[in-house]
């Protein structure tokens, strides 16, 4: 029914769940990338959601890592990430009624756990975001702003909810956290696969197209080779050509 202790890689961390939880990926679900997630033009989800079914606790667990990347605006953040909750309180009510039997390739299905989180008595909300040092302001100053933004929205569905630096969250709520290094997302082992196949198709049909072109060209030569130009086929062309086609204009031109 679950996996106890799923790990699972989100960028450049992986997320170790204690056991007993289930962890499900929206993004790994059929349901959600084919139909919920075009819903209203855009339906956002929250990285991991979990659940415990004998404490009956609910998290949804949100991974952004700036470092590499500019910072974004926080008003604009702070939408996005309240979005991203609704949008997955949404999910999961709608997909415990009508995602379908699926077998993701991380974690449990989004019809599993949605099922079983409509016994939730509490739902827990973590946001852990990483901040480059670049900006006017240094990083723990602006996550602290985000924080107090966010938890204005948030704290009637979650008045402990988290907002701290991926690499501290480990060890405040269930998971602990270890470097990825190579590794990748089942998501994006998917994709990488995917192009890689969609490579080894593309280079089989330029093969087998090349080799049908060589083929074709044997063909013809073989054709010419074995079928001359009938006769009076020489004679039109030669016509064609000003000469007038006798014996004594070819003795003439050779």
């Given at each position: 029914?679950?996996?106890?202790?799923?790990?699972?890689?989100?960028?450049?961390?992986?997320?170790?769940?204690?056991?007993?939880?289930?962890?499900?990926?929206?993004?790994?679900?059929?349901?959600?990338?084919?139909?919920?997630?075009?819903?209203?033009?855009?339906?956002?989800?929250?990285?991991?959601?979990?659940?415990?079914?004998?404490?009956?606790?609910?998290?949804?667990?949100?991974?952004?890592?700036?470092?590499?990347?500019?910072?974004?605006?926080?008003?604009?953040?702070?939408?996005?990430?309240?979005?991203?909750?609704?949008?997955?309180?949404?999910?999961?009510?709608?997909?415990?009624?009508?995602?379908?039997?699926?077998?993701?390739?991380?974690?449990?299905?989004?019809?599993?756990?949605?099922?079983?989180?409509?016994?939730?008595?509490?739902?827990?909300?973590?946001?852990?975001?990483?901040?480059?040092?670049?900006?006017?302001?240094?990083?723990?100053?602006?996550?602290?702003?985000?924080?107090?933004?966010?938890?204005?929205q948030i704290c009637f569905i979650?008045?402990?909810?988290?907002?701290?630096?991926?690499?501290?969250?480990?060890?405040?709520?269930?998971?602990?956290?270890?470097?990825?290094?190579?590794?990748?997302?089942?998501?994006?082992?998917?994709?990488?696969?995917?192009?890689?196949?969609?490579?080894?198709?593309?280079?089989?049909?330029?093969?087998?197209?090349?080799?049908?072109?060589?083929?074709?060209?044997?063909?013809?030569?073989?054709?010419?080779?074995?079928?001359?130009?009938?006769?009076?086929?020489?004679?039109?062309?030669?016509?064609?050509?000003?000469?007038?086609?006798?014996?004594?204009?070819?003795?003439?031109?050779?």
């Amino acid at each position: 029914m679950y996996k106890p202790g799923t790990s699972c890689v989100e960028g450049m961390h992986r997320f170790n769940f204690e056991a007993g939880y289930l962890v499900c990926r929206c993004e790994c679900s059929p349901f959600y990338s084919r139909h919920a997630q075009n819903f209203c033009n855009s339906c956002k989800e929250m990285d991991f959601i979990l659940y415990h079914p004998g404490k009956k606790e609910l998290w949804l667990i949100e991974v952004k890592d700036y470092r590499f990347n500019a910072r974004p605006k926080v008003r604009d953040l702070v939408e996005k990430l309240c979005r991203k909750v609704r949008d997955s309180l949404f999910l999961l009510r709608t997909a415990a009624l009508v995602a379908p039997e699926e077998e993701p390739p991380e974690g449990v299905s989004l019809r599993e756990i949605a099922r079983l989180s409509q016994q939730a008595k509490h739902i827990r909300v973590a946001f852990t975001i990483e901040l480059g040092n670049t900006g006017l302001f240094p990083p723990k100053a602006l996550l602290s702003t985000i924080r107090d933004l966010l938890y204005r929205q948030i704290c009637f569905i979650d008045p402990q909810m988290m907002c701290l630096p991926i690499t501290e969250s480990g060890g405040v709520g269930p998971w602990t956290i270890t470097p990825a290094g190579d590794e990748h997302s089942a998501r994006i082992q998917r994709r990488m696969e995917e192009a890689r196949l969609a490579r080894e198709r593309e280079e089989k049909r330029q093969r087998d197209q090349a080799v049908f072109e060589q083929r074709q060209e044997a063909r013809r030569r073989r054709r010419r080779r074995k079928s001359p130009l009938p006769l009076w086929k020489q004679r039109a062309q030669e016509r064609e050509e000003g000469k007038s086609g006798t014996h004594a204009d070819r003795k003439k031109s050779s």
